[in-house]
């Protein structure tokens, strides 16, 4: 039954549907529906604002005057300023609990060289 | 400054006449007038879609206008396989995806929404569905939709493209297309059976 309102059905499909419509008022009624919603659906159209050439060209040339290769970096702004951020907090709590930013208070490591940290991954990881 | 004015129009003039291909060549030449006119000549079929999608004009406005600012930033990439009207819904709908994906992280609607969230009492004459326009109703019932069946739906149904239109734009075979037609239609029936029922009761009283 939808297939019929899209496509072309065979002769004999077409016979089927008529039958069935024929005999099942509940289909019929069915089909009156969609019909409807159909309709119903069908766009009025929609314009956009008169100003929106407008704002198209005027970032069009921005874009243009910043170079489009600039762009990408816009699309990961968020997750930029969100990485600068965390990196702040950090470098902020190690500075407020051991009052230094030296690599050693920001990692958690008293010192580091080669055979303390492998003592470290080894035993207490 | 009259001259300049006449030259200007004839400018103008000329390039109405040329097609999507020639435009495009004088975009990639720096003419932005010959954009201009490519954008004047394919909005109201991507306004259309993007509402169709969206259901909402602020949402459209923008989406509208990243469509064409993103159309502008990739012209190298057109080669001219599709109609340009075509190669610009595809980026409308994907467009539109995106805004409906970001959307469902932020609020999520469901169909009780449909018919309740206008009116605080449920109970509300004024606003039961028998008095609400079918479609108003129907608009928001394919705001719920899943985006697969919402974009067949719109682009069949609200925007009136052929089915062979909708699969070259979508880019599915034609069977898919029509299935999806198919159960996004029965998705519909099924969001707004108590409309039906409630105009039914309302008739039978009459």
């Known amino acids: 039954m939808y297939r019929s309102l899209d496509a072309r059905l065979t002769e004999e499909e077409s016979k089927t549907l008529e039958r069935a419509l024929q005999e099942s008022p509940q289909l019929q009624s069915r089909l009156d529906e969609i019909t409807a919603l159909r309709e119903a659906a069908k766009s009025d159209g929609h314009e956009f604002s008169p100003w929106f050439d407008a704002k198209v060209m005027h970032a069009i040339k921005e874009l243009q005057q910043n170079g489009i290769k600039a762009f990408p970096f816009q699309a990961y702004r968020t997750a930029t300023i969100v990485g600068f951020a965390a990196i702040a907090a950090m470098l902020v709590i190690a ?31 | 400054m009259s001259k300049i004015l006449d030259l200007n129009r004839k400018h103008v003039g000329v390039q109405l006449e040329l097609s ?103 109970h509300d004459r004024e606003n039961s569905p028998d008095n609400r326009d079918l479609r108003e109703i129907l608009d928001r019932a394919i705001q719920t939709l899943d985006s697969k069946y919402r974009k067949v739906i719109v682009l069949r149904l609200v925007n009136g493209y052929s089915t062979k239109e909708t699969a070259e734009i979508l880019d599915l075979p034609l069977g898919t297309v029509l299935s999806r037609l198919a159960r996004g239609q029965k998705k519909l029936q099924e969001i707004l059976k108590p409309f039906y029922n409630n105009e039914a009761t309302h008739l039978n009283t009459l």
């Open chain 2, 20 to 122: 999507d291909i020639q435009l495009i060549e004088k975009v990639q030449e720096g003419d932005l007038s010959a954009f201009e006119i490519i954008m004047s000549r394919h909005k109201p079929k991507v306004a259309a879609v993007i509402m169709g999608m969206l259901g909402d004009a602020d949402a459209t406005e923008d989406v509208g206008q990243e469509v064409f600012i993103r159309f502008f930033r990739t012209i190298d990439k057109f080669k001219g396989d599709s109609e340009l009207s075509t190669y610009l819904i595809r980026i409308a709908i994907n467009l539109s995806i995106n805004e409906i994906n970001k959307r469902k992280r932020r609020h999520f609607v469901s169909f009780d929404d449909l018919y309740t969230s206008d009116s605080s009492d449920p």
């Open chain 1, 95 to 125: 500075l407020i609990f051991n009052g230094s930013l030296s690599i050693n208070s920001i990692t958690g490591l008293d010192s580091i060289n080669s055979e303390n940290l492998t003592a470290f991954l080894a035993f207490d990881f």
